[in-house]
């Protein structure tokens, strides 16, 4: 059984970084896309940002860019996601999420094209 476990929550204050940490364990997919997703109290999950783990193809949201970045280290089955310059607005459960499929720009963006998903981590971000 393929599991995801985030770790990297905490409490920064505005203007500060964090860096989040998803560690894909059990059966190792050959071909695969790990997300990032988060979801603010009384808001839906959005997309964040995703990376193809066999070629490094990346994408973000339009409030990710230039700001966050997600990376994986293949050895260690781990993506990260290094958020800088956080916002109050950025407050919320992070979630990664796992799946199989081909690349693209449309599915790495919807929620329902993972089937694994971590347990979520908390960012809170103070004004």
């Known amino acids: 059984q393929v599991q995801l476990v985030e770790s990297g929550a905490g409490l920064v204050q505005t203007g500060g970084s964090l860096r989040l940490s998803c560690v894909l364990s059990?059966?190792?997919?050959?071909?695969?896309?790990m997300g990032w997703f988060r979801q603010a109290p009384g808001k839906e999950r959005e997309f964040v940002s995703a990376?193809?783990?066999?070629?490094?193809?990346?994408d973000y949201a339009d409030f990710a860019k230039g700001r966050f970045t997600i990376s994986r280290d293949k050895d260690k089955n781990t993506a990260y996601l290094q958020m800088n310059s956080l916002q109050p607005e950025d407050t919320a459960v992070y979630y990664c999420?796992?799946?199989?499929?081909?690349?693209?720009?449309?599915?790495?963006?919807?929620?329902?094209?993972?089937?694994?998903w971590g347990q979520g981590t908390q960012v809170t971000v103070s004004s």
């Open positions: 999420a796992a799946d199989t499929f081909l690349w693209s720009s449309q599915w790495v963006r919807r929620p329902q094209s993972y089937g694994t």
């Open positions: 059990g059966h190792t997919f050959r071909l695969y896309v």
């Open positions: 990376i193809n783990w066999s070629d490094d193809s990346t």
